[in-house]
């Protein structure tokens, strides 16, 4: 069964960086990404990536969010600059192939001001 690993989040001071990462030991993925949450709201899209390399952002990320690939490493990536409180949020790392969409269980990103 496809397994997603988040790793990288942490406590950052607003206007600083992180880089989160997520590792699958399949090759089936076409595609990966990330979305977000905070509590008592809805899990918002933020970024994903193909397997050809295309990207997708949503439009209130893109800029200070980058989301790049190691397809040797089947890991993602997501490079998250000038960081602001309201980045605050577990990240989820997700995978899909042809028919599922497979979820990886969370990385914290607290920003604080």
């Known amino acids: 069964q496809v397994q997603l690993v988040e790793s990288g989040g942490g406590l950052v001071q607003a206007g600083g960086s992180l880089r989160l990462s997520c590792a699958t030991p399949?090759?089936?993925?076409?595609?990966m990404g990330w979305y977000r949450q905070v509590p008592g709201r809805q899990r918002e899209f933020v970024a994903r990536?193909?397997?050809?390399?295309?990207?997708n952002y949503a439009d209130s990320r893109k800029g200070r969010f980058t989301i790049s690939r190691d397809s040797a490493k089947n890991t993602i990536y997501l490079q998250i600059d000038s960081l602001k409180p309201e980045d605050t949020a577990v990240y989820y790392c997700?995978?899909?192939?042809?028919?599922?969409?497979?979820w990886g269980q969370g990385t914290q990103v607290t920003v604080s001001s």
């Open positions: 997700y995978g899909e192939d042809s028919i599922n969409v497979y």
């Open positions: 399949t090759f089936s993925i076409n595609a």
């Open positions: 990536i193909t397997s050809g390399g295309r990207t």
